[in-house]
Nanobody, 122 residues
Framework: VQLQASGGGLVQAGASLKLSCTAS????????LAWFRQAPGREREFVAG????????SYADSVKGRFTIARDDAKNTVYLQMNSLKPEDTAVYYC????????????????WGQGTLVTVSS
């Protein structure tokens, strides 16, 4: 599976942004998908994940109620809708895929996109 993330940019605090991650491969629908982020000088952290059936989602506490993950298997795409952005959301955002269930440990994911930078100004 090859992943291509897009949609990052520079926005002001309180704004919204929608990230997309498109995958190649015929078995996209069978993968659990997740978004991670990494700020300068910090470790990569779990943001949100969605199960292969699309029926289960999970979020980091820091983004609950503001971010929404969704997938469109017909388009081989996973989205991250980010609302009410804060300066602390500034990071490079990565999409990841794995054949198992959603997990918060980045080491559990075999496939990664190249990352897209989100910068939120105050």
């Amino acid at each position: 599976v090859q992943l291509q993330a897009s949609g990052g940019g520079l926005v002001q605090a309180g704004a919204s942004l929608k990230l997309s991650c498109t995958a190649s491969g015929r078995t996209f629908s069978r993968y659990a998908l997740a978004w991670f982020r990494q700020a300068p000088g910090r470790e990569r952290e779990f943001v949100a994940g969605i199960g292969w059936s699309g029926g289960s989602t999970s979020y980091a506490d820091s983004v609950k109620g503001r971010f929404t993950i969704a997938r469109d298997d017909a388009k081989n795409t996973v989205y991250l809708q980010m609302n009410s952005l804060k300066p602390e959301d500034t990071a490079v955002y990565y999409c990841a895929a794995d054949s198992a269930v959603v997990r918060g440990n980045p080491n559990a994911y075999n496939y990664w996109g190249q990352g897209t930078l989100v910068t939120v100004s105050s």
